[in-house]
């Protein structure tokens, strides 16, 4: 069976700083999706970037990165130039290839301080 | 165009009784699935439904159990209702084939 396993419950950053967050998986498969998800206080679920497993080049979106390596089932996310409405609970994310089931990690708090 | 949109936003039942959620959602998309979030357990998946059929389930008991019709609306069910399964009920849409899943803005069940 998938897990995913963020290994920092909480995490807090001033303003305008780059912050990296964790997230480690354990999958026999091959070929897979990996996602990063925001969820805000206002509580609904906003992807923030996704990784194909079968690509070696790490996705980017605007401020937000991944630093994909597959070898090591590490799929960490760096958020630079962080801005207030960037706090949240941060999931990452699982989806085996052919298979519309995400399964998450347990999230990461972040704060991002004024 | 319009998110997935999740009725009711909030709900109070009592032990015992049974609940059914509504999830309308993205035009155009024919997969929907249901994750139950809890502060303990976090993010769970219930199950997947594409063209009104269950595809993918996830590892919870018989109470817990859904449809979708042919508009793709999908509709879950709980029934006999424990203090356990007051959580947040998160439904996803999206075109299917491993495209990436849109949240709405979920259920919050509270049972008393």
């Known amino acids: 069976a998938q897990t995913v396993t963020q290994s920092q419950p909480e995490m807090s950053v001033q303003e305008a700083e780059t912050v990296t967050l964790s997230c480690t998986y354990d999958?026999?498969?091959?070929?897979?999706?990996l996602f990063w998800y925001k969820q805000p206080p206002s509580r609904q679920m906003i992807l923030v970037i996704r990784?194909?497993?079968?690509?070696?080049q790490n996705a980017t979106e605007n401020r937000f990165s991944v630093n994909f390596q597959k070898a090591a089932k590490s799929f960490s996310l760096k958020i630079s130039d962080s801005q207030l409405g960037d706090t949240a609970m941060y999931f990452c994310a699982f989806m085996k290839h052919k298979i519309d089931k995400i399964i998450f990690g347990k999230g990461t708090r972040l704060h991002i301080l004024p | 165009k319009a998110g997935v949109t999740q009725t009711p936003r909030y709900l109070i039942k009592t032990r015992g009784q049974q609940v059914t959620l509504s999830c309308s959602p993205i035009s155009g998309h024919r997969s929907v699935s249901w994750y139950q979030q809890t502060p303990g357990q976090g993010l769970q998946f219930l199950f997947e439904?594409?063209?009104?059929?269950?595809?993918n389930k996830g590892n919870f008991p018989g109470r817990f159990s859904g449809r979708q019709f042919s508009n793709s609306r999908s509709e879950m069910n709980v029934s006999t209702l424990e203090l356990g399964d007051s959580a947040l009920y998160l439904c996803?849409?999206?075109?299917?084939?491993?495209?990436?899943?849109?949240f709405g803005d979920g259920t919050r069940l509270s049972i008393l």
């Open positions: 999958t026999s498969e091959s070929n897979y999706y």
């Open positions: 996803a849409s999206s075109p299917g084939q491993e495209q990436p899943q849109h």
């Open positions: 990784q194909e497993a079968y690509k070696q």
């Open positions: 439904y594409f063209s009104e059929t269950q595809r």
